[in-house]
């Protein structure tokens, strides 16, 4: 596995030696391209890869990429929680 000096993590937004981590994953046909590959702490590439953090996007921003994660019902973007619930529209069709 590739590691990157004193890099800063995506989730955790510390500077470590980092891991890339694929976002989805070589075994479910994840590419390794750029916007797939997320920068991430040992410590928070194990709890990516045990479940324990499930990243749910990646995106550019003017600042860099971002990722927005779930990790025990709890959303955050890079290290910033936010406490509410998505709200969840229904659509009716017609």
Not at 11 to 30: L, N, P, T, V
Not at 72 to 77: A, P, S, T
Request: one cysteine or more; glycine letters at 4%.
């Amino acid at each position: 596995m590739k590691k990157w000096k004193r890099s800063r993590c995506e989730i955790c937004e510390q500077y470590f030696s980092c891991d890339k981590h694929h976002i989805i994953s070589r075994a479910d046909k994840g590419s390794n391209q750029s916007y797939n590959i997320a920068t991430l702490c040992p410590c928070c590439h194990r709890l990516c890869a045990t479940g324990e953090i499930e990243i749910v996007r990646r995106y550019l921003t003017s600042q860099g990429f971002m990722l927005e994660t779930v990790q025990e019902n709890q959303r955050y973007i890079g290290n910033k929680a936010f406490n509410h619930q998505p709200e969840v529209q229904q659509l009716t069709l017609f």
